[in-house]
C-alpha cells in the first residue's frame, strides 16, 4: 500500500503549486487524508488535513488563507493547492492517511514518499 505524493518543483516567491496525493493498491475512501512538510533541520509539521466523510479541512496557521486541501473521490485524489509561496514554505511535503482527523503525524497510518517544493526569494 503506497500514497503517492506529486507536483512538487521549483517556484518563485509569490508563485503557486499544486500537490497531489493517490493511493496504489487500495482506496483511501474511508481514510482522513493529511498533508505535512519537513524542511531541512526540522520536525515533521501539520500543513492540512481534510475529513474524507464530511470534507471538513482543517489548516496550521502559517498556511491559512494560501492553502487549500481538496480530495476528489472519483479520482480517490487529494490536492494541496499551494498560493502566495513563501521561502519559508520550502520543505519536503508528505502526503498521509489514518482513521482519525488529526495534525498528529504519528496518528497517521500510511504515507507517502514525499515532494520536494523548493519557493526561491
Known amino acids: 500500500v503506497q500514497l503517492q505524493a506529486s507536483g512538487g518543483g521549483l517556484v518563485q516567491a509569490g508563485g503557486s503549486l499544486r500537490l497531489s496525493c493517490a493511493p496504489s493498491?487500495?482506496?483511501?475512501?474511508?481514510?482522513?487524508m493529511g498533508w505535512f512538510r519537513q524542511a531541512p533541520g526540522k520536525e515533521r509539521e501539520f500543513v492540512a488535513a481534510?475529513?474524507?466523510?464530511?470534507?471538513?479541512?482543517y489548516y496550521a496557521d502559517s498556511v491559512k488563507g494560501r492553502f487549500t486541501i481538496s480530495d476528489d473521490n472519483a479520482k480517490n485524489t487529494v490536492y494541496l493547492r499551494m498560493n502566495s509561496l513563501k521561502p519559508e514554505d520550502t520543505a519536503v511535503y508528505y502526503c498521509?492517511?489514518?482513521?482519525?482527523?488529526?495534525?498528529?503525524?504519528?496518528?497517521?497510518?500510511?504515507w507517502g514518499q514525499g515532494t520536494l517544493v523548493t519557493v526561491s526569494s
Open positions: 493498491g487500495r482506496t483511501f475512501s474511508n481514510y482522513h
Open positions: 481534510i475529513s474524507r466523510s464530511s470534507s471538513a479541512t
Open positions: 498521509a492517511a489514518g482513521f482519525r482527523l488529526t495534525s498528529v503525524p504519528d496518528e497517521y497510518d500510511y
